[in-house]
Structure formats: C-alpha cells, structure tokens
C-alpha cells in the first residue's frame, strides 16, 4: 500500500500580517498532483490542518477544495486527526457522514477506537488516529489518572495494540513532540518546560507511525516513526529546510520503504545580509527579490527609512535587523541614553546634544559647516518662522 504522510499545512497562517494563502494553494495543489502521479492509495494528515481553532473562511474554502480534488476528483481517501492548532470539535463537523466518502476526520479524542481499515493484496491495514491531546483530556475521556504526555501516550499506544487485531499491519497518526526531535520557531509549544515530551518507543511496535507538529521532517528512534515536516516554511528559522511530503510503501511483512518528494513554495523565506546600497545595487540581478526576507543591514550609519527604502527593491522584506550596530552596544532610533549620555543633559542645549548623538552614531564631531546648518534647522524647529 502506498501512503502519502504530511502533516502541518497551517492553512490561514499570516507571517508578518502578509497571508499566505495564495502560497498555500499552491503548494497544496502540488500535494494533490504527486497524489496523481504517484498512484497514493490513502493521504494521512498529522494535524495542523488550519493554523487555528476558528480559521478564516477562505482557509475553509481552502481545504474544501483539496479535500473534494484529492477524495472526490481521485477517489483517495483521506485521514486527518486534529493538531493543538486545531479545534478538535470543529474539524469533526460531519465527520461521520463523510467517512461514506472517503473524508476520514480524527476530531476529539473517544474512548472507543474506530480505526479506518483499508486493504491491499496483501490484506487489511489499520489506521489509528491519535489526535492531539494532553494529560487532562485523556484522565477525562479513558478514566485513567497520568500526568505528563509521556504517560498518555503510552497508555493511549497500548491501548491500541489491545485493540488491534493480532497480526493485522498498522499505521498510527499522532501530533505530539517525540523526545529529542528539533523544533524551529513556527511550532507553538505544547507545554512549558519539557513537559510535553513523548517517547520514540511507544510507536516502535508500528508499522509506520505518521507524525505531526514539529515542521521539520525528520525521525526520531527509528525511520518508521517519522515527521514529513510542514509542506512550507513558516518562519525563517527554517531557511534551511528542505519541505517535502513522504511517500511511503507498506509491504506485505509489515516493512516500510520511504521516499520524500520535494514541494516548491512559490516564495522563498531566507535572509539576506549586507550594507544597504549593495543589497539595493543586488535586486536587480535578483530572479527572486519578491522571497519573503529577513535583512541584515551591516551600516554602521544611521539610515533614515531603512524599509522603506528596501521595499523599493525588495517588495517582501518582511524584517529588519541591524546586527553591526547591536553588536557595537549601540541602538539606532531613538533611546534614552543615547539622548542623554548624562544628568546634565537635559539642561544643555538642543545642539550640543545633537553633537553628542552625532559623534555617537557617526563617530564623527560635527563640522563647523554642518553645526551651522543644524543649529538653523533647530532654531527653525523652536521658534518657528519668526526666525
Ligand atoms: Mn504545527
């Protein structure tokens, strides 16, 4: 059986307030081509579905549209649990409706497993859905008492094997942190201080466990317990990643073979470093200026409208960051100290003080020429056009 994991689509994300769902489409339009092309028998969705609980109504439209291509257009079946972005309620409207279709919702967790059964020449696989859950909700819904993650999982992977029937190959979905897994700055935490780590070895008697919510791909334990990482990057801490979904071919001992298939954001995140003018000088022969940017200006100068006037260059400069004038204990912009380097500040005049934040963010003193010109300006400012 042939299996296509992702997991994390966020669909509705903002970054810096631009949406990203145009990008999104995109991407997920990509998911439902390798689908095709690659003759999936079922899709798993390790939760995340949306970014969040409530999610905006073109982000519904959004997954409707895949959801028909991918269970209606294709005929695949789809199996998605909810992820701590995720409302557990809400994702399941209609859950058992849809089932007829094809659409398999994993919403809030029951104290009864219905796992979706599927067959291929070989026989039956079974898939459990594990939606995100934390201690309190498990105590609430299996009546047991455990107090970390790690205890709920394991209570909950057992409970899966006792369910299962001897012998039948198996595939578990679940959104949870496995211990060790490396995390990046789009992932929101699920605990504080370490308390929402699971164990590998709670899935390790699995054919294949389908993980979400760390958006890097990865595996932790062994390669059957697996992470495909989001479909796009959603912070610029993962530069670096490479964003794929996994195939993965379920053989008839219960073996796994993986193959990961790149995904293609129309726009990059990435950062871009150097002194202004070189970077605005760049663009031009830049194929990609419209990428999602971080900038590092390396001006020791003051600039006036830094974005502004990347912008110009750069339409998606997303944030800026000045790392040569932090790094020399200096701040650009206004600042207290900077203004008023002693008690008797205040009490000098406004050009001397000019002086002191000049010789400051400049290193220079003023010339006698530009004191002149300053101290016009000033004295324009003060007192206006009676001057
Ligand atoms: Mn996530």
């Not at 455990?146 to 595939?171: F, Q, W």
């Not at 929101?188 to 370490?194: D, V």
Request: charge should be negative.
């Amino acid at each position: 059986m042939r299996i296509l994991h992702t997991s994390d689509w966020h669909i509705g994300r903002q970054f810096h307030n631009i949406s990203l769902l145009d990008d999104q489409r995109l991407v997920l339009d990509q998911i439902v081509s390798i689908v095709k092309s690659e003759r999936v028998d079922v899709v798993l969705i390790a939760g995340d579905v949306y970014d969040r609980a409530i999610p905006p109504a073109k982000a519904v439209a959004l997954l409707d549209d895949v959801l028909y291509q991918l269970c209606g257009d294709l005929g695949v079946p789809v199996i998605m649990i909810a992820g701590n972005h995720d409302s557990a309620d809400r994702l399941a409207f209609g859950s058992r409706q849809l089932m007829e279709s094809g659409l398999h919702i994993v919403g809030p967790l029951s104290n009864q497993w219905q796992p979706v059964t599927l067959s291929d020449e070989w026989g039956e696989v079974a898939f459990y859905g594990i939606p995100y859950v934390d201690p309190v909700i498990v105590n609430s819904v299996c009546g047991i008492r455990c107090s970390t993650h790690d205890e709920a999982m394991a209570y909950l992977t057992k409970s899966i094997h006792e369910h299962n029937v001897e012998g039948r190959r198996t595939v578990v979905l679940s959104h949870c942190f496995i211990d060790g897994g490396s995390a990046c700055d789009s992932e929101r935490p699920l605990a504080i201080g370490g308390a929402d780590k699971v164990s590998p070895q709670h899935f390790e008697g699995f054919c294949y466990t389908a993980l979400g919510h760390l958006h890097g791909r990865q595996y932790k334990g062994s390669p059957h317990i697996r992470y495909s990482g989001s479909p796009m990057k959603y912070s610029f801490s993962e530069e670096s990643h490479k964003k794929v979904v996994t195939i993965v071919d379920l053989q008839q001992d219960g073996s796994v073979e993986f193959e990961d298939i790149p995904l293609y954001a129309p726009r990059n995140m990435r950062t871009i470093e150097g002194p202004m003018d070189a970077l605005i000088d760049a663009a031009i022969n830049d194929a990609h200026c419209d990428d999602y940017l971080l900038v590092k200006l390396t001006d020791t100068r003051a600039i006036l409208d830094p974005m502004g006037k990347l912008r110009k260059a750069y339409a998606n400069v997303l944030h800026l960051e000045r790392p040569t004038l932090a790094a020399s204990g200096r701040r650009y912009g206004v600042d207290r100290e900077l203004l008023l380097p002693n008690a008797e500040g205040p009490k000098r005049g406004a050009l001397s003080m000019f002086g002191d934040f000049y010789q400051q963010v400049c290193e220079e003193t003023l010339s006698t020429e530009q004191s002149t010109i300053v101290e016009a300006m000033l004295d324009e400012c003060l007192h206006g056009d009676d001057v």
